[in-house]
């Protein structure tokens, strides 16, 4: 069910993702098949930092892009500029690779310089969840197998002390 899942997915879309499951199959289609697949996990937000700086006033700023679990909609909601306006998060394009953000309200022309940066290293952070896991497997695996030979050997021991009495 997991690969069947995965192989849903493809370069560029957009895919809201739950836990167990469903995340091992998002998370497997980016691995082989999807590396630009965009996936927005259950608590369902994608946020940019933003530095502006207006009349002299630096403030920093977060527009959101969020997904409502209740209305299953996307919610961007307005971020407020120092001296006026609005900045809104518009939308993703992840085949580009791109992010699109609104100002609303603005008289003045602005000058805008983003830095899209992407965490490359969280996945080592589910490489080790896989090793803990496999390493958990195996060793009940081992552990099962000690149980059985265990068994075997009481069961050997139980016998041949039956038969000792026996011939006594």
Known sequence: MTIAAARQLHNGTVCFVGIGLPSTAANLARVTHAPDVVLIYESGTIGAKLAVTRGGQTVELEPLYK??????????????????GAMIFSGI?????????????VASVMKLSVDVTRKPLI???????????????????????EMRVRERVAE??????????ASS
């Not at 394009?93 to 609104?102: G, I, K, P």
């Open 67 to 84: 997904l409502n679990p209740a209305s299953h909609q996307v919610e961007t909601p307005p971020v407020q500029l120092p001296g006026g």
């Open 93 to 105: 394009d992840a085949t580009n690779h791109t992010v699109q953000l609104e100002a609303a309200g």
């Open 123 to 145: 996945q080592l952070v589910w490489f080790g969840l896989y090793v803990v896991i496999l390493g958990g497997a195996l060793s009940s695996v081992q552990r099962l197998r």
């Open 156 to 165: 050997a021991k139980q016998a041949g002390g039956v038969g000792t009495q």
